[in-house]
């Protein structure tokens, strides 16, 4: 079927009920942002009824906590008519506050001046609240970590160090910049451990002994290394269904 034929199906009535319909929060507003139209998912997303938005700016939506500089990039962005996507802390008209993803598209007339522009946003209240649980999870992790007294670095496959904590970031003071861990891991093949078929075997190590000679000190230094295999997640996409 051609472009042509498939707008010849797609009438403008039903453009109209495939937006009114949209499960997305939809408002096209003209070029000061007064609002000219919105979809049920804006007035279910907002509680405003429609009779009660139109004709108002979009800005009745602001909490008035979003600092000005966004809405300066987003005006000055729209303006030069590029699409704008971003944050804002959007209130209800109960007053409640919800964080919106939106995204703004300024529709431009026939001779390519700005005449609407189109607004999608929903709410990522919760998917904020996530990650910010996350984040703080990780301080936490990190904070028992630190006030552990012994050298903890968690070492990817490819051999990059992709946490530690503070005795780790000492030693490595200590050893003016040379990486700890792949000194360990350099000692502990030296000393016959395989690492590859330990990882693979998913066994861990315990308490082997391993001698760092650093540049400059007269005495080698002992340390007691232990090993514990962690399995990494998979969060690639393809990965999304896989248990
Ligand atoms: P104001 O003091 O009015 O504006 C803050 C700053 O924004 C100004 O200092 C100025 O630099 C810039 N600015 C504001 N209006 C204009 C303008 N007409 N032209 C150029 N620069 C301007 N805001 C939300 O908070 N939530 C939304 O969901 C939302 N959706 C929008 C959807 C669309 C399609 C559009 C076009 C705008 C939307 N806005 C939204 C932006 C909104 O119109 C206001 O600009 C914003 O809410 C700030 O209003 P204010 O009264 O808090 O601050």
């Not at 507003?29 to 007064?34: C, G, I, Q, V």
């Not at 709410?123 to 609240?129: F, G, I, K, P, W």
């Not at 003016?176 to 990882?199: I, N, R, T, Y």
Request: glycine share 6%; aromatic share 8%.
């Amino acid at each position: 079927m051609t472009a042509s034929a498939t707008q010849g199906v797609l009438s403008p009535r039903l453009f109209f009920e495939i937006v009114q319909q949209s499960p997305l929060a939809i408002s096209i507003t003209d070029e000061e942002a007064n609002i000219l139209y919105v979809n049920p998912a804006f007035e279910t997303l907002t509680a405003y009824d429609k009779d009660a938005i139109l004709g108002k700016n979009e800005s009745i939506l602001s909490h008035k906590q979003t600092p000005i500089a966004v809405y300066r990039e987003l005006w000055s962005t729209i303006r030069a008519k590029k699409p704008w996507r971003g944050t804002l802390v959007n209130r209800r008209s109960s007053g409640e506050a919800y964080l919106a993803e939106l995204h703004i598209s300024p529709v431009l007339n026939g001779q390519g001046e700005i005449h609407y522009f189109l607004g999608i946003h929903r709410d990522v209240t919760q998917l904020h609240a996530l990650e910010k649980k996350v984040r703080h999870q990780k301080t936490l992790i990190e904070s028992v970590l630190d006030s552990a007294p012994v050298v903890v670095a968690l070492i990817d496959a490819e051999r990059r160090v992709i946490l530690d904590n503070q005795a780790y970031k000492k030693l490595l003071g200590d050893l003016h910049g040379s990486e700890p861990a792949m000194l360990f891991l350099q000692a502990l093949e030296q000393d016959g451990v395989d690492l590859k078929a330990m990882c693979r075997g998913g066994r861990d190590f315990a308490d082997t002994e391993v001698r760092l000679d650093i540049a400059g000190r007269a005495e080698p230094r002992w340390f007691s290394v232990s090993g514990t295999w962690v399995d990494e997640l998979d969060s690639t996409a393809g990965s999304y269904f896989t248990p």
